[in-house]
């Protein structure tokens, strides 16, 4: 077969390995891990402007106006994905975060948005109710 009539095979794909869904199951069980035992242990501030530490926005926006509807998302985007268990508690409002969730929910990773789903129904039913 000349090189010009070769054809090539279309890339072969695989269900993902063992090591991918490893890694996943990992990258999830940190999220789990920051979990607080309820959504009632958060009491973070519902107006005013709030300044994150570093250790949570290390890259970006550091202070957040939660009178403006994006900066108030951000931060909560921010500090679900890089806030310890004390941050989550400390920066976050519960009744504020059901209020977000249903837009909320599609702006954080799959892995934060199924570790939270799974461990707090109610924020699985905010999600159900508003689609």
């Known amino acids: 077969m000349s090189s010009s009539s070769q054809q ?5 794909t695989h269900p993902a390995s063992g090591a991918e869904s490893d890694d ?3 990258y999830r069980e940190k999220f789990r891990r920051r979990l607080p035992a309820s959504l009632d242990e958060l009491h973070g501030p519902t107006s005013g402007v709030v300044q994150l530490p570093l250790h949570v926005a290390w ?3 550091t202070s957040f106006d939660l ?4 900066q108030r ?3 909560y985007r921010t500090v679900l994905h890089e806030g310890l268990r004390q941050d989550l508690s400390r920066y976050l409002d519960r009744d504020l975060l059901l209020e977000l969730w249903p837009v909320l929910r599609t702006l ?3 892995s ?3 570790v939270w789903e799974d461990a707090f129904p ?6 159900r109710a508003a689609a």
């Open 8 to 12: 090539h095979a279309a890339p072969r």
């Open 73 to 75: 998302m951000g931060l």
């Open 122 to 127: 109610p924020l699985a039913s905010r999600a």
């Open 108 to 110: 954080v990773g799959l």
């Open 59 to 61: 890259s970006g926006m």
């Open 112 to 114: 934060v948005r199924t």
């Open 67 to 70: 009178g403006r509807p994006r």
């Open 24 to 26: 996943a199951a990992l």
